[in-house]
């Protein structure tokens, strides 16, 4: 714990965890520095403090003990560059939260299931009887689980925040997949793959990091951990800790203890949800809990919004609502998940990353896709060599009615955008909230 008491700290960056962290330190008797980009931010939510708005100027460092970063602020901008360059050191909420819990943290990353794995994993805690809190990345930031009675803490944790790290330590850590994402922010994959394997760097003999065998990125960093390694993956491994598929149920051994987890009930479609549940209850065992809550929360967990989520039928179509696939790796799952034939809905902000792996499922499942948003054009020219029909339109209204009027009985047509949702709304839900009600119009 640190003593936090009359310390400037600026906090850059005003969204949810920005504004967290601010009254966080408040409370903790901080004098604060609050800066935003937005010079139209309501100042009226902030406690009292210093407040800057508009471009980040170095000089509001003057006098600055600590800088909490928010994760959409990269850390080569004006402010956090200036605070290195003065010695300042520069975290985020993750690592401000950490230093005031200690009950043991199961932190999840990847590119793809984060949200999935990590309320999956809180149920499984729960079911146990474990006090337990959820969050991070998905939605309640850490820090606000500090003062709290908990005997575990489950958070999702982004690229982003593993950035600004520097003893965060998570007793468990679980890093799902790694695919094209966010090249708006990173060189290329491997830079984006270091960020997110930043999960482990501090842990040691005592701690485990649950990796994906299947996941070649993923899977190099079992010889790199310094934490014992618990695999998941779709075959039988001899290699132990380990988890796999067989059946209708998960297989496990951890060295001398073995068992079977079973599948019944397990509603999540695809391949790639196996692969969640798997990581989940890898991670659960090794927190000591028991087969049993692992299978009941299994058979009651429903899912979460905007994940393939079935929205209605409408005279013979199935329509689903995929708007959290924003990066290519998610919508090859969905499209994975989902019966032929299939009327594809994608576009949206582009993210930098390369839309090719999509050719063959567009071959193999898709006999039409339309393109819509600011990345329209850039997805045809990327798609042109495959065989379904491509059609372009501005909106995802225009995309909703054109799939309309041209699916056809035993259709699926599905919402994955492979694009950020920034061009047309604030964010993935609002997007997957906009094509439900579309839907539901029909």
């Given amino acids: 714990m640190v003593d936090l008491r009359g310390k400037r700290v600026m906090v850059l960056g005003l969204g949810i965890s920005g504004l967290a962290s601010a ?4 409370d903790q008797g901080a004098k604060l520095v609050l800066v935003d980009q937005n010079r139209n931010f309501d100042t009226g939510l902030l406690p009292p403090g210093e407040v800057h708005l508009g471009a980040g100027d170095p000089a509001w460092l003057a006098g600055v003990d600590l800088v909490v970063k928010g994760p959409g602020v990269p850390s080569d901008s004006a402010i956090p560059a200036g605070a ?3 010695k300042i050191p520069v975290i985020g909420e993750l690592e401000l939260a950490s230093r005031f819990l200690s009950a043991p943290i199961a932190a999840i990353t990847g590119t793809n ?3 999935t794995v990590t309320v999956l994993l809180g149920e499984m805690l729960k079911a146990a009887g474990m006090r337990t809190f959820v969050g991070g990345n998905l939605g309640t930031p850490l820090v606000k689980a500090v003062g709290g009675v908990f005997d ?3 958070v999702e944790v982004s690229s982003f925040q593993l950035e600004s790290i520097e003893h965060f330590r998570p007793r468990v850590g679980i890093y799902l997949n790694l695919t094209d994402d966010h090249f708006d922010r990173y060189k290329g994959l491997e830079d984006y793959g270091a960020a997110k ?4 760097e501090n842990q040691d003999g005592g701690d485990w990091a649950i990796l994906n065998r299947d996941d070649a990125n993923v899977w190099k960093l079992a010889s790199k951990v310094h934490s014992q390694v618990f695999s998941f993956g779709m075959q039988p491994s001899g290699e132990t800790p380990a988890i796999w598929p067989e059946g209708g149920t998960l297989e496990f051994q951890m060295r001398a203890r073995k068992g079977q987890i079973s599948l019944a009930g397990f509603r999540l479609p695809g391949a790639h949800n196996v692969a969640n549940a798997m990581a989940a209850a890898a991670a659960a065992l090794a927190m000591f809990v028991d087969p049993g809550p692992i ?3 299994l058979r009651s967990f429903r899912g979460l919004p905007h994940r393939i989520e079935f929205v209605r039928e409408v005279k013979g179509v199935t329509w689903i609502d995929d708007s959290k696939g924003t990066n290519v790796g998610a919508v090859v799952e969905a499209l994975d998940a989902v019966p032929a034939p299939v009327v594809l809905l994608a576009g949206g902000l582009d993210k930098g990353g390369d839309y090719a792996p999509l050719l063959g ?3 193999n499942k898709v006999k039409l896709a339309i393109l819509f948003g600011a990345a329209r054009e850039k997805m045809r020219a990327a798609l042109s060599g495959a065989p379904a029909a491509i059609q372009l339109v501005p909106t995802l209204k225009d995309a909703v009615e054109l799939a309309a009027r041209s699916a056809k009985k035993g259709d699926t047509v599905l919402l994955s955008p492979a694009c ?5 709304f604030k964010d993935y839900a609002e997007r997957g909230n906009f094509f439900q009600d579309l839907v539901r119009a029909l």
């Fill in 361 to 363: 499922p567009l071959r």
């Fill in 420 to 424: 950020a949702s920034f061009d047309q």
């Fill in 197 to 200: 394997a930043r999960i482990f």
């Fill in 113 to 115: 299931g984060k949200s």
């Fill in 295 to 297: 299978e009941r929360a």
């Fill in 152 to 154: 575990a803490l489950v």
């Fill in 23 to 26: 009254q966080f330190l408040a």
């Fill in 84 to 86: 290195l360059a003065a």
